[in-house]
């Protein structure tokens, strides 16, 4: 697949209606030209991914807010993305006319984010559109950090930045209403939004999803993945662990192969490994079985283990 660091041929080939792979801080993202619905409309095709879920669209200039949000933003959601954009943070809001249906799936409400990546930046200043893009891979597969793990065809170019920082996906934010509510865990905190908004939490999960992140599966390695517990009984071989740090013992068991997350237990560092990790068990014909350590779920601990769990749910025996 053709990847290199030209951000002129990635924009001529959005002008053109193609699709191109962009770096972000967050994962790698599959974009497209969000005004143009037949660009977008790829996208589902690319990444067999079902039309019922909606698009986050990207942005570099807060300016761009007006022709996609129908209503200003209250000043303390202004607050609150002076903080955080450009960054993993994605607000959800009623939608102009301007972003086709295809876009929010039919929804009244449409995702935006400003991306952080300097790749990212570059690409969408040189743009007088803003880009749709979910994550560069299959649907319900793990989302990719690296260009090594982009496995899609029908793409015209892979901009390669290097490795996504944050490595899991932004936190969604609907900001409707006067407390915002998080849709999915991400790249910030719930603690870190509270600071702005006290009463902000976490939305329980509806029978009817708004944000198809709260799928109970998703983000899935193609092997077994467990989250280990007191009474797992861990296979005799083909076994890899997945663990939190360095100082992470209280499992006895044997494992033929262990990666870690992040040596010195940083938060952080163990988020931006965690699908790479995750890819490289995938990957590995040794290992037939991919086991995880449970984190603490404070901070990112919580966005960490969202993804682990929704991992893990459809090998739950
Ligand atoms: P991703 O595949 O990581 O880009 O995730 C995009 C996710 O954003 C979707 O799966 C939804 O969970 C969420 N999303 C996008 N648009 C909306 C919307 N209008 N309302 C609620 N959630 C949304
Ligand atoms: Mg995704």
């Given at each position: 697949m053709l990847t290199g660091t030209d951000i002129q041929f990635a924009v001529e080939c959005l002008r053109k209606g193609e699709l191109v792979v962009m770096p972000t801080e967050t994962v790698y993202g599959l974009a497209a030209?969000?005004?143009?619905s037949l660009a977008v409309a790829k996208i589902f095709e690319v990444k067999k991914r079902p039309f019922f879920d909606p698009l986050i669209l990207h942005i570099?200039?807060?300016?761009q807010l007006d022709e996609l949000f129908e209503a200003p933003l209250q000043d303390n959601y202004i607050k609150l993305i002076n903080k955080?954009?450009?960054?993993p943070l994605t607000l959800v809001s009623s939608k102009t006319?301007?972003?086709?249906a295809i876009v929010s799936s039919g929804l009244s409400t449409v995702a935006v984010r400003m991306p952080s990546h300097p790749m990212a930046r570059k690409l969408l200043q040189e743009l007088d559109f803003p880009l749709a893009a979910p994550?560069?891979?299959?649907?319900g597969c793990l989302s990719p950090t690296?260009?090594?793990h982009i496995n899609l065809e029908g793409i015209s170019y892979i901009l390669d930045g290097?490795?996504?920082?944050?490595?899991i996906e932004s936190t969604i934010l609907?900001?409707?209403?006067?407390e915002p509510q998080i849709l999915r865990p991400g790249g910030i905190s719930l603690e870190e939004i509270q600071e702005f908004f006290p009463a902000a939490k976490i939305m329980q999960k509806t029978l009817?999803?708004?944000?198809?992140?709260?799928?109970?599966?998703?983000?899935?390695?193609l092997k077994p993945f467990i989250i280990l517990n007191a009474s797992t009984q861990v296979h005799k071989e083909g076994a890899g662990l997945i663990q939190f740090?360095?100082?992470?013992?209280m499992f006895d068991f044997h494992f033929d192969k262990r990666l870690m997350l992040s040596k010195n237990g940083d938060m952080l560092e163990a988020a931006s490994n965690l699908f790479e990790l995750l890819h490289q068990f995938e990957s590995d014909?040794?290992?037939?079985f991919i086991y995880m350590e449970p984190i603490t779920e404070n901070g990112i601990g919580v966005a960490i283990m969202d993804r682990a769990k929704k991992a893990a749910f459809r090998w739950i025996e």
């Amino acid at each position: 697949m053709l990847t290199g660091t030209d951000i002129q041929f990635a924009v001529e080939c959005l002008r053109k209606g193609e699709l191109v792979v962009m770096p972000t801080e967050t994962v790698y993202g599959l974009a497209a030209n969000a005004f143009d619905s037949l660009a977008v409309a790829k996208i589902f095709e690319v990444k067999k991914r079902p039309f019922f879920d909606p698009l986050i669209l990207h942005i570099h200039d807060l300016k761009q807010l007006d022709e996609l949000f129908e209503a200003p933003l209250q000043d303390n959601y202004i607050k609150l993305i002076n903080k955080f954009w450009p960054g993993p943070l994605t607000l959800v809001s009623s939608k102009t006319s301007n972003v086709p249906a295809i876009v929010s799936s039919g929804l009244s409400t449409v995702a935006v984010r400003m991306p952080s990546h300097p790749m990212a930046r570059k690409l969408l200043q040189e743009l007088d559109f803003p880009l749709a893009a979910p994550s560069a891979n299959l649907f319900g597969c793990l989302s990719p950090t690296i260009p090594a793990h982009i496995n899609l065809e029908g793409i015209s170019y892979i901009l390669d930045g290097g490795k996504s920082l944050v490595g899991i996906e932004s936190t969604i934010l609907m900001v409707d209403g006067n407390e915002p509510q998080i849709l999915r865990p991400g790249g910030i905190s719930l603690e870190e939004i509270q600071e702005f908004f006290p009463a902000a939490k976490i939305m329980q999960k509806t029978l009817d999803p708004l944000a198809p992140g709260q799928l109970e599966s998703h983000y899935s390695p193609l092997k077994p993945f467990i989250i280990l517990n007191a009474s797992t009984q861990v296979h005799k071989e083909g076994a890899g662990l997945i663990q939190f740090s360095a100082a992470s013992s209280m499992f006895d068991f044997h494992f033929d192969k262990r990666l870690m997350l992040s040596k010195n237990g940083d938060m952080l560092e163990a988020a931006s490994n965690l699908f790479e990790l995750l890819h490289q068990f995938e990957s590995d014909p040794d290992i037939s079985f991919i086991y995880m350590e449970p984190i603490t779920e404070n901070g990112i601990g919580v966005a960490i283990m969202d993804r682990a769990k929704k991992a893990a749910f459809r090998w739950i025996e």
